[in-house]
């Protein structure tokens, strides 16, 4: 095996070719649902970067998208994650991991997906 380094521009342009036989990449969710991450997965998409492809996993994952009722849409999904795994779509390696110290006395902090805490909501209670 040879590790190749590049810019992210050009290791992005790189894995979106195809060019790689073992790529690193990286996301955030930026919103608290499965589709999320589990969308990277279906063919066609941009950021799918191994093309991974599965008419299962396609043909649940647009079922869930039509799927109003919450719970069962997150089983749809569930079991369109079990398909990707079961096929080893992706290998995640480690997860971002936030620790925050917060005094019990602050009000207006909220745990996100995203680690992000404006301060114009954040203040201490009297």
Same mark, same amino acid.
């Given at each position: 095996?040879?590790?190749?380094?590049? $810019?992210?521009?050009?290791?992005?342009?790189?894995?979106?070719?195809?060019?790689?036989?073992?790529?690193?990449?990286? *996301?955030?969710?930026?919103?608290?649902? +499965?589709?999320?991450?589990?969308?990277?997965?279906?063919?066609?998409?941009?950021?799918?970067?191994?093309?991974?492809?599965?008419?299962?996993?396609?043909?649940?994952?647009? $079922?869930?998208?039509?799927?109003?009722?919450?719970?069962?849409? +997150?089983?749809?999904?569930?079991?369109?994650?079990? =398909?990707?795994?079961?096929?080893?779509?992706?290998?995640? =390696?480690?997860?971002?991991?936030?620790?925050? &110290?917060?005094?019990?006395? &602050?009000?207006? *902090?909220?745990?996100? =997906?995203?680690?992000?805490?404006?301060?114009? *909501?954040?203040?201490?209670?009297?």
């Amino acid at each position: 095996m040879e590790l190749y380094n590049s $810019e992210v521009a050009v290791h992005y342009a790189d894995i979106r070719q195809g060019d790689f036989d073992v790529a690193r990449a990286g *996301w955030i969710g930026d919103y608290n649902d +499965a589709q999320n991450f589990l969308s990277l997965l279906e063919s066609g998409v941009s950021n799918n970067y191994g093309a991974y492809s599965s008419p299962e996993f396609d043909a649940l994952m647009s $079922e869930a998208a039509n799927t109003q009722d919450l719970e069962e849409r +997150a089983d749809i999904m569930a079991e369109a994650e079990t =398909i990707a795994l079961e096929d080893s779509a992706t290998l995640p =390696i480690y997860y971002y991991v936030s620790r925050n &110290l917060v005094s019990p006395d &602050l009000s207006g *902090w909220e745990t996100n =997906i995203e680690d992000i805490h404006r301060s114009r *909501w954040i203040h201490f209670d009297n």
